[in-house]
Nanobody, 115 residues
Framework: QVQLVESGGGLVQAGGSLRLSCAASGSIFNINSMGWNRQAPGKQRELVARITRSGTTQYGDSVNGRFTISRDNATNTVYLQMNSLKLEDTSVYYC?????????WGQGTQVTVSS
């Protein structure tokens, strides 16, 4: 089992920045990839960014160039630096981790971008 605790969401003005954190605990030795998805009301959950243990990253088209994912393997924490935030980035952001072929999800953290 892997437990994920997210932090860093909140309210920010368009053009601003936020940094999300997600700390993993439990069977962390088995974690391969970690990342973030998001889901806005009435929309499907979409990939924001993910990163493998070796550091390979992938980003969703809508955030590429504005968001940066990073990972601290020593503390099993993944970070999402979000810059140049847009109104359409408003969503609940979910941290996830894949370990031993199983996906684990955090509770989600709300990010609201205001005009």
């Amino acid at each position: 089992q892997v437990q994920l605790v997210e932090s860093g969401g909140g309210l920010v003005q368009a053009g601003g920045s936020l940094r999300l954190s997600c700390a993993a605990s439990g069977s962390i030795f088995n974690i391969n990839s970690m990342g973030w998805n998001r889901q806005a009301p009435g929309k499907q959950r979409e990939l924001v960014a993910r990163i493998t243990r070796s550091g390979t990253t992938q980003y969703g088209d809508s955030v590429n160039g504005r968001f940066t994912i990073s990972r601290d393997n020593a503390t099993n924490t993944v970070y999402l630096q979000m810059n140049s935030l847009k109104l359409e980035d408003t969503s609940v952001y979910y941290c996830y981790a894949f370990a031993g072929g199983t996906g684990y999800w955090g509770q989600g953290t709300q990010v609201t971008v205001s005009s």
